[in-house]
């Protein structure tokens, strides 16, 4: 057996604590939160099922629109107007229904699952000045700008020989 020790034993031994090698190791999927996004697996399906239905409704309101139109013309009814009207209002309901669809389907496909993370041990490796760079980023822009002004002013002017 050696005698040699790990750095995480060396660590807790300055530090006078308990060292326990199980919980000191982190696996990546431990830190980061998974998220399964639910899809149902027949909204494809329902999709073209409606979608088919729609365009079979506004194809036979076509036709329909065409027959009765042909009625109105030779029995010069109000009615028959009117019934053609209402059949050219129900057909254009339709195709926005139809574009709706998309719309909706658009929409779904698009949804992102928001997750909510919270950090509770974080570790910053760097200087305090660095740090407040971060945090405040018009102080660090201030920082470069005067860096750059006094290194403008800090140029010794050369002497030029006339020969």
């Known amino acids: 057996m050696s005698n040699k020790k790990t750095t995480n034993e060396k660590i807790s031994e300055a530090l006078d604590v308990e060292y326990d090698s199980d919980e000191s190791i982190i696996k990546k999927e431990d830190n980061l939160p998974v998220v399964k996004k639910e899809t149902n697996k027949d909204l494809p399906k329902d999709y073209d099922e409606v979608r088919g239905n729609?365009?079979?409704?506004i194809d036979t309101g076509k036709s329909a629109i065409d027959g009765i139109l042909n009625v109105a013309l030779d029995s010069d009814s109000?009615?028959?107007?009117?019934?053609?009207?209402?059949?050219?209002?129900?057909v254009?309901?339709?195709?926005?229904?139809?574009?709706?669809?998309?719309k909706q389907m658009k929409d779904i496909n698009k949804e992102e699952v928001t997750i909510n993370t919270n950090t509770t041990n974080a570790l910053y490796v760097g200087s305090t000045?660095?740090?407040?760079d971060l945090i405040n980023q018009s102080r660090s822009a201030k920082k470069v700008l005067t860096q750059k002004y006094?290194?403008?002013?800090?140029?010794?002017?050369?002497?030029?020989?006339?020969?």
């Open 92 to 102: 254009s309901e339709a195709n926005k229904d139809l574009i709706g669809l998309h």
């Open 129 to 132: 000045s660095d740090l407040q």
């Open 150 to 163: 006094n290194d403008i002013i800090d140029v010794e002017a050369e002497e030029v020989d006339d020969d």
């Open 78 to 90: 109000p009615r028959a107007y009117e019934v053609a009207a209402q059949m050219i209002k129900t």
């Open 54 to 57: 729609l365009k079979d409704l």
